[in-house]
């Protein structure tokens, strides 16, 4: 039974790398392709990728081409909600056809809108097609404040959804049980490693109770969000560098409110230094909480997880780019093999970036509730004197 259980959970990730391998593959002729449908130059494998890094409008699984030659996209319309100089507009995404050239021309409300490379336009009075300059910018049109629902945003909702349930499920086990059961059983020991391993070390045992559920909820929103990214579902959700750098300023606004006296005041006019030096530490540590920490954060999961997108697509594109030199079974055996392989070291590390986020912002949390020793004796100029045991602890 136990042998049975492995050999199907085998053969599901086997399917799972499959199904996101040829939905990718099939994916890429919806941009840059050209009267046959393929994406075979490098210039069109760079607009393939950077299109399909960006959000998305619809929420489309894949694309086709049917016997007449016409483009059908299987998915649905997600809703376009904008602010424009008439104020509140909204309408559904399928009016404009999945283009994302400017071609479209959608009119609501007396308003002209386009849509080009995934931010809405409105034209301006009087136009009636989006002009274009020497480098493809709109002179005729301005972008919109757009607070549309998208795929990524369609990806955080249902996500959300699923940890409240989940752990709602969780929380009702422990109330008549002492061991949970079902899918409970997969989710504890990873509460008790974060707990554990992350929260109560940086924290400290005074503390961590405190920003344990913020640190549980940062971890499993990362690290599920990053798995639904490898699916055929094309989420990149965590490549997105407003929602990385929502989750930075989140973990900014945590350490910053807790922020004890003592971390202020090291912070400030920090102990133990020359007067003159003072004033530049307190800068150099300003920039760091304010600037570099919730920074380092935003841009390492924002990196990271579109650089690992990046290189599977660009495999992928293998298969097409390099058909002529090696032919249609060696172009797709060799793209297939090092796509697989990609794809098993970015499971490794969607763990690993919700792991590096959740300890960084632990880290930075516990540095800004630590309490300091302010027993030591200090000496006529203010500095901290240690005692033998603290230098003998250290030295050893």
């Known amino acids: 039974m136990k042998v049975a259980k492995q050999t199907f959970k085998f053969y599901t ?3 799972m790398l499959f ?12 941009i840059g392709e050209d009267k046959e449908g393929q994406v075979d130059t490098k210039e069109k494998v760079d607009a393939y990728i950077s299109h399909h890094l960006k959000d998305s409008h619809d929420f489309s699984l ?10 059908k996209h299987v ?13 509140l507009v909204t309408f559904m995404s399928s009016e404009f056809h999945h283009n994302d050239n400017g071609e479209v021309i959608v009119e609501k409300d007396g308003l002209k809108f386009a849509k080009i490379h995934s931010k809405i336009y409105e034209l301006e009075a009087g136009a009636e097609a989006v002009s274009f300059d020497e480098e493809h910018h709109a002179t005729n049109a301005h972008k919109v404040l757009d607070f549309s629902i998208t795929k990524s945003v369609v990806g955080i909702l249902l996500i959300g959804l699923l940890m409240f349930i989940w752990f709602a499920g969780l929380a009702r086990q422990y109330k008549t049980k002492q061991v949970p059961t079902g899918f409970g059983r997969v989710l504890e020991p990873l509460v008790l490693y974060v707990r554990d391993e992350i929260a109560r070390p940086n924290i400290g045992e005074k503390h961590y109770r405190k920003f344990t559920g913020y640190l549980l909820t940062v971890f499993f ?6 798995l639904l990214g490898l699916t055929p579902f094309g989420f990149y959700v965590t490549g997105q560098l407003a929602v990385t750098a929502c989750l930075a300023i989140f973990t900014l606004i945590i350490y910053t409110a807790n922020g004890n006296k003592d971390y202020w005041m090291h912070m400030l006019w920090m102990p133990g230094v020359p007067v003159l030096i003072r004033p530049v530490l307190a800068i ?19 990196a990271n997880i579109t650089a690992g997108h990046t290189v599977v697509m660009a495999l992928i594109a293998i298969m097409f780019v390099m058909k002529d030199s090696l032919g249609v079974v060696g172009a797709t055996g060799l793209s297939f ?3 697989v392989l990609i794809m098993l070291i970015e499971f490794l590390v969607a763990f690993l970036q919700a792991y590096i986020f959740t300890m960084l912002s632990a ?3 516990g540095m800004a509730v630590a309490e300091h020793d302010h027993d030591h004796a200090h000496d006529e100029h203010g500095h901290e004197v240690p005692d033998a045991e603290d230098v003998r602890g250290d030295f050893i």
């Open 13 to 15: 990730l086997v399917v």
């Open 284 to 302: 150099i540590e300003i920039a760091g909480a304010f600037l570099i920490k919730p920074f380092s954060l935003l841009v390492r999961l924002f």
């Open 221 to 226: 929103f990362i690290w599920i969000l990053n």
């Open 337 to 339: 093999l090092l796509s």
């Open 62 to 71: 894949f694309s086709y081409t049917n016997d007449a030659g016409e483009r």
């Open 75 to 87: 998915g649905f319309p997600l809703p376009v909600i904008i602010w424009t100089s008439n104020g």
């Open 19 to 30: 199904a996101s391998f040829f939905a990718m593959a099939g994916n890429t002729t919806e």
């Open 363 to 365: 880290l930075f949390i």
